[in-house]
């Protein structure tokens, strides 16, 4: 697959490992005759470490052979959290160690999630871009606080605490987006 078309949340091999394209920076040459560089931000799909990978517009890198399955969260017990397949409803587990980031967003209601599976085994799951969670607790709204950039923390149903506007009160659903762990909108 050529730099110029790996797209954001593509799985690629890198330095034989699969990673998962996070976040692409395309630089421009700034003379005649100049390359262009295209830097991305990966996730080694199996360590969940970062990686950087920079390619000039000829470069390639090979596209991993994975398959994406919808799946649905059903439970969670002391050792792993537990997946139901939605189209043939086989049932994957993955250690609590490997979902550390993505159960912060996990509900039995949550719609968009993936299980990449490599060899007949899961090895990740892959969020939905946002989630909806209902705030749980934080402080009272003020009246007549206006939409400024004013923020206090949150509590959402997860346990995942967020910075929202000084207006939102318990029991409104937001939205909340996956990458970046931050508040987006009313939901």
Same mark, same amino acid.
């Given at each position: 697959?050529?730099a110029?078309?790996?797209?954001?949340?593509?799985?690629?091999?890198?330095e034989? !490992?699969?990673?998962?394209?996070?976040?692409?920076?395309?630089q *421009?040459?700034?003379?005649?005759?100049?390359?262009?560089?295209?830097?991305?931000?990966?996730?080694?799909? *199996?360590?969940?470490?970062?990686?950087?990978? #920079?390619?000039?517009?000829?470069?390639?890198?090979? !596209?991993?052979?994975?398959?994406?399955?919808?799946?649905?969260f059903?439970? *969670?017990?002391?050792?792993?959290?537990?997946? /139901?397949?939605? #189209?043939?409803?086989?049932?994957?587990?993955?250690?609590?160690?490997?979902? !550390?980031?993505?159960?912060?967003?996990?509900?039995? !209601?949550?719609?968009?999630?993936?299980?990449?599976?490599?060899?007949?085994?899961?090895?990740?799951?892959?969020?939905?871009? #946002?989630?909806?969670?209902?705030?749980?607790?934080?402080?009272?709204?003020?009246?007549?606080?206006?939409?400024?950039?004013?923020?206090?923390?949150?509590?959402?149903?997860?346990? /995942?605490?967020?910075?929202?506007?000084?207006?939102?009160?318990?029991?409104?659903?937001?939205?909340?987006?996956?990458?970046?762990?931050?508040?987006?909108?009313?939901?």
């Amino acid at each position: 697959m050529l730099a110029k078309d790996i797209k954001t949340g593509t799985i690629v091999v890198y330095e034989g !490992e699969p990673c998962i394209i996070e976040t692409i920076n395309v630089q *421009s040459p700034s003379a005649r005759g100049g390359a262009t560089f295209y830097k991305y931000r990966a996730r080694n799909v *199996s360590t969940k470490q970062k990686v950087d990978i #920079t390619l000039r517009g000829g470069d390639w890198l090979d !596209e991993a052979d994975f398959r994406r399955r919808d799946v649905k969260f059903m439970y *969670s017990d002391a050792d792993a959290c537990h997946f /139901l397949d939605q #189209t043939d409803y086989n049932q994957y587990s993955l250690p609590h160690d490997e979902l !550390e980031e993505e159960k912060k967003y996990f509900t039995e !209601e949550l719609e968009g999630m993936q299980a990449l599976i490599y060899n007949d085994a899961c090895i990740g799951i892959q969020l939905p871009l #946002t989630v909806a969670l209902k705030i749980t607790e934080c402080d009272p709204a003020i009246k007549g606080a206006s939409a400024t950039s004013r923020t206090k923390p949150a509590t959402l149903e997860t346990g /995942l605490v967020v910075q929202v506007p000084e207006y939102l009160k318990p029991g409104e659903v937001i939205k909340i987006d996956t990458r970046t762990g931050g508040y987006l909108s009313r939901a």
